[in-house]
Every structure is written in C-alpha cells, then in structure tokens.
C-alpha cells in the first residue's frame, strides 16, 4: 500500500512535471509569438526610428538654415534699424527745411501782399492816367475837328463848353457829339446855307469826303461853270459846288424819291433854284422804267443793281425811270466837272458815253465793288477813261479807309468803294 500510493505519488508527480512542461512549453510558444510580435514592434521601432533619425538630420538642417536666415534677418534688422536711423535723422532736417520755408513762405506772402497793395495802387494810377490820356487824346481829336468845322459852321462859346463836357463824359463818336449840338431838326446850320439832311450816319460820311476832304475840289477859269453831279442825295454836293463857285450851273441826278424831296427843298431853302436842275432819272445805258433797291439803313446806297442784297441786306424797292448820260453831254458843249456816284453802274455809264467824254474837263467817279458786280470793271473804267485822254489816280474812299485802315489785307475779298479823280489832258 505504501508502496502504490509511492509509485501513484510518482506518478501524479510526473504527470504534473509533464503538465507543467506542457504549460512551459505552450508559454514559450506564446513567449515565442510574443518574442516575434515583440521583434516585429521593435522593427518597427526601429523603422521609426531610423525615420526619426531622418527626420531629426532633416530637422537640423532645416534648424541650419533656419539659424542662417535668423542671422541675415537680424543683419538686415539691423540695417533697417540704421536706414531707420538715417531717415529720423533726415525727417528732422527736413522738418527743419518746411520750418524755414514756412517762415520765408510766410516772408513771401507778406511780401506779396505789399506788392499787390503796391499793384492796386499802381493800377488806380494807370487808370487815372489812361482816363486822362484818354481825355486828351478825345479834346486833342475834338480840336483837330472844330478846326475843320469851324471852316463851315460858327460855334459861340455855350456850345463849345457843352460839347466839351460831352466829349469828357460820354463816349460817344466826337463826330456825332458836334453834330448832335450843332444840328437841329434835321438841318445843318452852315456859314452860307442850311442844309437838311436825312439820317446822322450819312451826313457824317458826306461832311468828311466833302467838306473835310474836299473831294470834289476842282478849278476853273469859268465864273459859271458847269457840273453834272450825278447822285446827289440831300444835295451836300450841290452845296459844296455852289460853295465853290457860287455862279455853277448844277444838273443834279437823284431818282430815290425821298433823297430828291430833302434835295429839292434844299435848293429852294438856299435859293439856288435858277442856276440847279434837278433830275429825276437813274443813270443807266438805256432810257427805260426799272427797280430801284433802297437800303433803309444807308440812305447813299440806292441803286440799280442788287449788290447790297447780295449781302444779305433787306432791300425796299421802287420804280424809277432811267436815262443815258449821253443824252444829257449831247446838249452842252462842254461840261467843267463831271461827278458819278451812282452805287455799281459807273463803269457802264461811262462806257456808253465814252465817244462824247472828250467834252468833260474833270471827272470824279466812285467805283463800287461787291457781290454781284464784275470785277473787270475797273479796268474799263481806266480803258474809257485813257482813251479819251484822261489822267487818272486811285485812291479808297473814306468810308472804306475807315473800314480797311488795320489789317488792310484782311478786307481785299470784301464789298468796298475807291475814288477815281481823272482830268482831261486836251481840254483842261
């Protein structure tokens, strides 16, 4: 017995040995998988390791060049901070210079506003001289002036100072000045005649072509002398003829009928109704019945042809009879002065009674230029003129000096009117 439960000792002592070998060695399996799970994790590890070294070398390369750019930041931190130094250091100068501009600034204004003081001054006196210039230049005009008109009209002392003061506080033309005192209703009041006229403007022109101008001036032997004044208007020609030579025999033309009527009472006005025929008639190369343009504006430009429409005028109109010059040279024997201004058919007048202008001593005629007449009527002026013996000079007239006297050039294509003087070399 004690023997069996010796040997079933053993026994359960060998089983329990092999149950433990058995469970050493199902341990060291899983030790070993646990050693090669291990293994594997330390690979891994290791991997990430030598990932981790990689990383780190990257690291401190990038830290490398990290600490280089740290180095030529705060080089260049440093240089800013200089720059920054300079441009403080500038600022101040420069907050120095608006400093001292503004001071010289402030100068200047002061400076400027002593000069514009000084200006303003300056420009009162210039002012007050320009008005005394002005002044002078008007009494010095208006002198030159009364000097012509009292030739042909008395002034007493009253009208001298009222137009005097008028001439000093207007700025009207001194012309009109003189006349608008001299004149009243309509007439002028001269030394040897009154003379009513129609509108200022006219008379104006007419006084200074001739009575100042004295364009119509001619001499004679004869005490009687006779004239064909062709275009008479109101009859300051037939005055200053009469003027002239009080005895002339005057054959007045003037077909505009409110001119004639002004003409006709100043012949009988002045009494010179036994020595001045006056003669209804347009001048024209054929005896005839024709439209008569009447400027209402410009009482001297009645006339045959449409040249004043032609710029862009708005003519009145009327029915006037014509007649030939020749008619008239054929009844005389010889005419002392013949003056033609008839508004643009002067040079067809003349050439149809060219064959008899050898009876003519002198001849004013006023040649007119404008739209609707042919430039080559001057030149036939001249034709008719020499071939009858004449000598002839040119020259513009008075209004058209007036109008071309600054820039001439600029007026060469424009409307204008010359005066032609001719004299006979066989008869006078």
């Given at each position: 017995m004690k023997l069996y439960n010796k040997i079933l000792a053993k026994f359960d002592?060998?089983?329990?040995?092999?149950?433990?070998?058995?469970?050493?060695?199902?341990?060291?399996?899983?030790?070993?998988?646990?050693?090669?799970?291990?293994?594997?994790?330390?690979?891994?590890?290791?991997?990430?390791?030598?990932?981790?070294?990689?990383?780190?070398?990257?690291?401190?390369?990038?830290?490398?060049?990290?600490?280089?750019?740290?180095?030529?930041?705060?080089?260049?931190?440093?240089?800013?901070?200089?720059?920054?130094?300079?441009?403080?250091?500038?600022?101040i100068q420069l907050e120095q210079s608006i400093v001292s501009f503004n001071q010289k600034n402030t100068q200047l204004e002061q400076m400027i506003g002593g000069l514009n003081q000084k200006n303003n001054q300056l420009e009162q006196n210039i002012n007050k001289l320009e008005k005394k210039n002005s002044h002078a230049d008007r009494m010095g005009r208006l002198c030159s002036l009364l000097d012509v008109y009292a030739k042909w009209i008395n002034f007493d002392d009253d009208m001298l100072s009222r137009i005097e003061i008028d001439v000093l506080e207007t700025k009207y033309d001194i012309d009109s000045i003189i006349l608008n005192h001299v004149c009243?209703?309509?007439?002028?009041?001269?030394?040897?005649?009154?003379?009513?006229?129609?509108?200022?403007?006219?008379?104006?022109?007419?006084?200074?072509?001739?009575?100042?101008?004295?364009?119509?001036?001619?001499?004679?032997?004869?005490?009687?002398?006779?004239?064909?004044?062709?275009?008479?208007?109101?009859?300051?020609?037939?005055?200053?003829?009469?003027?002239?030579?009080?005895?002339?025999?005057?054959?007045?033309?003037?077909?505009?009928?409110?001119?004639?009527?002004?003409?006709?009472?100043?012949?009988?006005?002045?009494?010179?109704?036994?020595?001045?025929?006056?003669?209804?008639?347009?001048?024209?190369?054929?005896?005839?019945?024709?439209?008569?343009?009447?400027?209402?504006?410009?009482?001297?430009?009645?006339?045959?042809?449409?040249?004043?429409?032609?710029?862009?005028?708005?003519?009145?109109?009327?029915?006037?009879?014509?007649?030939?010059?020749?008619?008239?040279?054929?009844?005389?024997?010889?005419?002392?002065?013949?003056?033609l201004d008839i508004e643009g058919l002067e040079s067809e007048v003349l050439d149809e009674c060219a064959d008899l202008l050898k009876k003519v001593k002198y001849i004013f005629c006023e040649y007119h230029r404008g739209n609707g007449l042919s430039d080559c009527r001057i030149e036939n002026i001249f034709k008719v003129l020499r071939e009858n013996c004449f000598d002839v000079q040119i020259s513009k007239s008075f209004s058209a000096t007036q109008q071309s006297f600054y820039k001439p050039m600029l007026h060469v294509d424009k409307p204008y009117s010359a005066c032609l003087w001719a004299k006979n070399k066989t008869t006078s």
């Open positions: 002592v060998s089983i329990t040995r092999r149950s433990y070998i058995n469970k050493l060695e199902q341990s060291k399996v899983v030790l070993s998988k646990k050693n090669n799970q291990l293994e594997q994790i330390i690979a891994g590890l290791n991997q990430k390791n030598r990932q981790l070294e990689q990383s780190i070398v990257v690291s401190s390369q990038q830290n490398n060049k990290l600490e280089q750019s740290k180095v030529i930041l705060s080089q260049k931190n440093n240089q800013l901070e200089q720059n920054i130094v300079v441009l403080n250091q500038k600022n009243k209703h309509n007439i002028l009041p001269l030394k040897d005649a009154e003379i009513e006229f129609i509108e200022l403007n006219a008379l104006k022109v007419l006084i200074h072509e001739i009575m100042f101008n004295e364009d119509y001036f001619f001499t004679t032997d004869s005490e009687e002398p006779f004239i064909i004044d062709g275009g008479s208007n109101f009859g300051l020609a037939v005055y200053y003829f009469k003027h002239l030579y009080p005895k002339s025999k005057i054959m007045a033309f003037e077909p505009d009928k409110r001119s004639r009527q002004v003409l006709e009472r100043n012949v009988e006005r002045n009494k010179w109704a036994d020595d001045v025929r006056i003669m209804p008639y347009a001048l024209d190369t054929q005896v005839s019945e024709k439209i008569f343009y009447i400027d209402n504006a410009d009482t001297m430009a009645g006339s045959l042809t449409t040249r004043r429409s032609a710029q862009g005028k708005t003519l009145a109109t009327d029915t006037v009879q014509t007649r030939r010059l020749s008619e008239f040279l054929q009844e005389v024997p010889v005419v002392d002065y013949l003056k």
